[in-house]
């Protein structure tokens, strides 16, 4: 049972991610398993080469992981960041099952993580929070090299014509977020920023996948 407010309309509050998320690393793959036609969808979008470094923002349990190791080949680099020691930890456990040498896990806020200079691509998959906090996109973005693509997905709010799917959505959110700011348009920050991303709505528009590049 959720012991902490439930998300508003302020800032996504990292205490109360770190809670959440907690809670939910027992079941997360469970809960995300049926988006992942839209994970693979997503890893697809970024178009990533053998010797390419990707970067795997707000990674949890490390669900995308095989698809991005298995894209940039034993000579790219896989950087997965997450805030939550439980949900690297099974991420730590899938790299060693796997045998993923490319594959490095940074545990820390996205705003404060070690990462390499010039990355040549950015997942963000099913991660509103980071999108909605601008530290967080200004330090991945510093880290992109120019024409760096980009590919992002998630819950957002239906429009009017599919409404009735908004307190789906809404439950679904609050299973996974701190703040509901930004649910019209999850994708805004990074707009904002220059990137050049074109949006798909899927499920009535319950769901979207943004994919594009940095200039």
Request: hydrophobic share 45%.
């Amino acid at each position: 049972m959720r012991d902490f407010a439930l998300p508003g309309a302020g800032q996504a509050d990292e205490a109360a991610a770190l809670a959440l998320y907690r809670a939910r690393c027992g079941y997360y793959d469970w809960q995300l398993a049926p988006y992942e036609a839209i994970r693979r969808c997503a890893v697809e979008r970024l178009g990533l080469q053998p010797g390419q470094v990707v970067l795997d923002i707000g990674c949890g349990s490390g669900m995308s992981l095989d698809l991005l190791q298995q894209a940039v080949g034993p000579e790219g680099r896989v950087i997965a960041i997450d805030q939550s020691p439980e949900m690297l930890e099974q991420a730590r456990q899938r790299v060693e099952r796997g045998g993923w040498s490319q594959v490095e896990l940074v545990c820390s806020p996205v705003q404060q993580a070690s990462l390499p200079a010039r990355a040549d691509a950015a997942l963000f998959h099913f991660t509103h929070d980071i999108l909605q906090t601008p530290a967080a996109l200004d330090h991945v973005l510093s880290h992109l090299a120019p024409g760096a693509r980009l590919a992002v997905s998630g819950l957002k709010w239906a429009p009017p014509l599919y409404g009735m799917l908004n307190p789906l959505v809404w439950w679904n959110a609050v299973q996974s977020v701190t703040t509901l700011a930004g649910l019209d348009m999850p994708w805004a920050g990074l707009a904002l920023r220059g990137a050049r991303l074109t949006v798909e709505p899927l499920c009535g528009g319950a769901l979207y996948l943004a994919s594009g590049r940095m200039p």
